[in-house]
């Protein structure tokens, strides 16, 4: 049982039922302040911010024998590569801090205590490598349909490995980035050359990404059971996708331009630790997997996924309800194939899930399933329909668990699209 994960636990900081943020999430992230511009580690508490470089300055977190430097920080890889033990301390000291009844702490929270309306997030990890994974049957064997031959929709290796491709780490961008309509070549017609300009089919992708925070070192491969020490949390991830460039550039390398242009990410790593209550069994894999990707006990999460897009100065409407749960290949193999030749893992690199999709329409995590490649347009709530993401559209992706009456939350992870340039 870890001590910050316990479901009694309140705060004397008042958090509403329905927050992402109560004392037992605890996650970590990197803030500045009109009047301190300079970026350092915090975590969030209801609708508040906790400057970690203040309480330092306080020694109310001195039992936790961390340097200053850690949290005096413009990235929160220093933190992790401090290992599990002790980042586990840090939450349980921050815990009992924010406790209810810790009238010490409460008398002197004018100190580090900040509105989140008040603070702006910085990208939380400086992020080194980024691997996107293709891990969602339901989303392989639509993708698989739609562009292909519905008999044959998943390719021969898809159930034998993790499929994943290398992406651009340069252009991961926290939430709230503005996002530029990219452009590339398309070929609109079979029977025609191809044609440059802008995208016509910008999609989003509902993902998770999960955050490596302990090195493993070129020749070591991370077996499934080790495989979560190295993993330190998870952020919600946008990998967005231009389909029309995809589709032309994608054989036989995969994706490129198509991708490469952004990313978006929420600004809080949630802890593993603090997903721990949430575990689930993951589905039945069928054949039966190669010894190095077995793995013992329950490897997913129940994390509750929702999309929604927002028209400029309108209403927003929700076009997908996923879930985590649903990813046919788990992190912890995710990592074990990533490692297995011997590639090196560092602090701060990203691996994504690949889109998450359910087994029903409405739980589809891409519009290019959910529109089924623009043949079943969306209806939004102003009366205007989507077949993909038009200029001047926000979409916003939320997470969170519920359990025992905790409910740990992942923020949003959210991106205005503008037109091409």
């Given amino acids: 049982m870890i001590k910050a994960n316990n479901p009694a636990l309140k705060s004397w900081v008042e958090v509403s039922a329905d927050s992402d943020f109560p004392i037992q999430n605890l996650p970590f992230g990197v803030f500045t302040t009109k009047t301190n511009t300079r970026p350092r580690v915090c975590t969030r508490i209801g609708d508040f911010i906790v400057d970690l470089v203040v309480l330092d300055h306080l020694s109310m977190l001195d039992d936790c024998e961390i340097s200053h430097s850690v949290f005096d920080n413009q990235y929160i890889n220093d933190l992790m590569s401090l290992g599990k033990e002790k980042t586990r301390a840090l939450r349980n000291c921050l815990s009992d801090i924010l406790e209810e009844g810790n009238t010490e702490a409460e008398k002197n929270s004018w100190h580090f205590l900040h509105h989140a309306d008040k603070v702006e997030m910085l990208l939380p990890i400086r992020v080194g490598d980024y691997t996107d994974f293709y891990s969602s049957i339901e989303h392989a064997t639509n993708v698989g349909t739609i562009f292909r031959d519905p008999d044959n929709a998943l390719l021969p290796n898809w159930k034998h490995l993790p499929v994943g491709y ?5 252009s991961i961008v926290v939430s709230g980035t503005e996002i530029t309509r990219p452009k590339g070549q398309t070929k609109p017609k079979d029977d025609e050359p191809p044609v440059y300009g802008p995208s016509r089919l910008l999609d989003f992708e509902l993902e998770m990404g999960f955050v490596i925070g302990k090195e493993n070192g070129l020749g070591n491969a991370v077996s499934t059971g080790e495989a979560e020490d190295y993993i330190f949390g998870l ?4 990998d967005w996708s231009a389909r029309d460039i995809q589709k032309w550039e994608y054989i036989p390398l995969g994706p490129f331009l198509a991708k490469n242009f952004a990313s978006t990410v929420s600004p809080w790593v949630i ?8 575990r689930v069994q993951g589905p039945e894999q069928e054949p039966k997997v190669l010894p190095y990707l077995q793995y013992e006990g329950m490897k997913n999460y129940d994390v509750n996924l929702q999309v929604a897009i927002q028209p400029e100065e309108k209403q927003e409407t929700v076009v997908c309800d996923s879930n985590f749960k649903y990813m046919y290949w788990n992190m912890t193999q995710q990592l074990a194939h990533h490692t297995v030749n011997g590639c090196n893992m560092r602090v701060g690199d990203l691996l994504a899930s690949g889109t998450i999709s359910g087994p029903t329409p409405d739980s589809y995590g891409s519009m290019l399933e959910i529109s089924w ?3 079943k347009p969306v209806k939004m709530n102003d009366g205007s329909e989507r077949k993909f993401i038009n200029d001047g559209d926000t979409v916003i992706m939320r997470g969170w668990c519920e359990k025992d ?11 205005k699209v503008l037109p091409a340039k």
């Fill in 405 to 415: 009456g905790v409910r740990i939350g992942f923020g949003e992870a959210n991106g």
């Fill in 271 to 278: 802890t593993l630790d603090a997903l721990e209550p949430f």
């Fill in 235 to 238: 952020i919600l991830f946008n």
């Fill in 166 to 170: 290398h992406g651009r780490a340069s």
């Fill in 373 to 375: 490649r623009g043949s």
